[in-house]
């Protein structure tokens, strides 16, 4: 009788092509995208960032610092026309960070005696991570310490050096944004497996649409003659409302919970409410519309239950949820951006993070809501067929 019953399960397996390819292809495919994520895990995360660097002089040390951090730092991105669009482009992200170099670098280098005002200026945007923040620190103050001892040694006069040695008089380092706390795990994370959760709803819905076609309850509304897309809105809405409780409920854990436990607290201190409100009601608008394209695809329980689980998973690894995008390789980080996971979390992080407005939080709005309507539409036409079948 236990053979019997392992053969029936095998041969049940078998015949289910989607339910094979959920237990093998998605894991196989699920270990490449994290292997691929994590292999720069180790390295300095500060070189993946994109920067610019302003120079307003172009004498030999200044040219040798932009040399030496382009070696380490890879190449600049083209600096922005003027200094509006430099703050804009730090502000969204755009720019992880600004060196200024000023006219009278070389001199002050040169010099025994410290500068009276920095002549090397980070400039630093809000939401960058806060262990790039202080490995960006420390190879700043590493290159121009070194630029200094060289110039000294080729400049030397036989004296000693007067007054403080500490590089720090040469440098000026500013994180847009510093009246607000400091970027925390807390900060990241909740944005991150708030929209985790937002899209696992997939797995409810899912599997109430197989357990209602085997019932026989979508045969016997069809039969009564309630409209498809008045059942697809039905089924729609109240995941609505799951959705705002889950933000509600991880806003809150986020706020009031960590720092009983002894973490960072989130700061909703001077964020944009409205803009906040429309990328949770993107993210759950994206969430539901995949949900019941999915839901309308599968067949079986057992599909419900591994292929959606293992679609939020996937899109997990590659959006940003479960590494963070700055630790990705570059390939990784272009990949990352199709990832609809991805758009809820930049997007919440823009609001929460950088104190984005609507206006800044719109595009990422935009793609959820595209993305969203898509699966809606896709998943009413087929939704007569599974009817039917």
């Not at 944005?191 to 709803?201: D, I, Q, R």
């Not at 409780?245 to 706020?255: D, K, S, W």
């Amino acid at each position: 009788m236990l053979l019997a019953l392992i053969r029936k399960e095998l041969l049940a397996l078998v015949r289910d092509p989607h339910a094979l390819a959920a237990l093998f292809l998605m894991p196989a495919a699920f270990i490449v995208i994290m292997s691929l994520a994590l292999q720069n895990l180790y390295a300095p995360p500060a070189r993946q960032l994109p920067y610019a660097i302003d120079s307003a002089t172009d004498s030999p040390a200044a040219r040798r610092i932009s040399a030496t951090w382009a070696m380490t730092q890879g190449r600049a991105q083209p600096l922005p026309a003027t200094s509006g669009e430099v703050e804009e482009a730090l502000r969204q992200g755009r720019l992880a960070y600004v060196l200024t170099l000023d006219a009278g670098l070389a001199d002050a280098l040169s010099d025994l005696d410290p500068p009276r005002a920095p002549v090397v200026h980070l400039r630093v945007e809000p939401g960058l991570d806060q262990g790039a923040f202080r490995t960006l620190q420390a190879e700043l103050a590493s290159a121009v310490g070194e630029l200094r001892a060289a110039l000294l040694q080729a400049s030397f006069t036989g004296e000693s050096p007067r007054g403080s040695q500490s590089i720090l008089p040469f440098l000026s380092i500013e994180q847009l944004g510093s009246t607000l706390r400091p970027v925390s795990a807390v900060q990241q994370n909740v944005p991150a497996w708030l929209v985790f959760g937002m899209f696992f709803v997939v797995t409810a819905i899912s599997s109430l649409f197989v357990q209602e076609q085997h019932n026989g309850s979508l045969a016997r509304l069809a039969a009564l003659g309630v409209p498809e897309h008045i059942q697809i809105l039905a089924k729609a809405l109240p995941y609505v409302g799951v959705n705002a409780i889950q933000a509600a409920l991880m806003l809150t854990v986020g706020c009031a919970l960590m720092p009983l436990l002894g973490g960072e607290a989130l700061s909703l201190a001077g964020i944009h409410w409205p803009a906040l409100i429309l990328m949770l009601g993107a993210t759950s608008l994206a969430a539901i519309g995949f949900a019941l394209l999915l839901a309308c695809l599968v067949r079986t329980h057992a599909q419900a239950n591994t292929l959606g689980p293992l679609c939020n998973l996937l899109m997990a690894a590659l959006g940003g949820i479960m590494v963070p995008t700055f630790v990705m390789p570059g390939l990784m980080q272009q990949l990352a951006r199709l990832s609809p996971m991805n758009w809820g979390l930049e997007g919440l992080l823009t609001v929460l993070l950088r104190h984005g407005d609507l206006s800044e939080a719109a595009p990422w709005a935009l793609r959820l809501a595209i993305f969203g309507i898509l699966g809606l539409a896709l998943a009413s036409r087929l939704f007569s067929r599974r009817i039917i079948s």
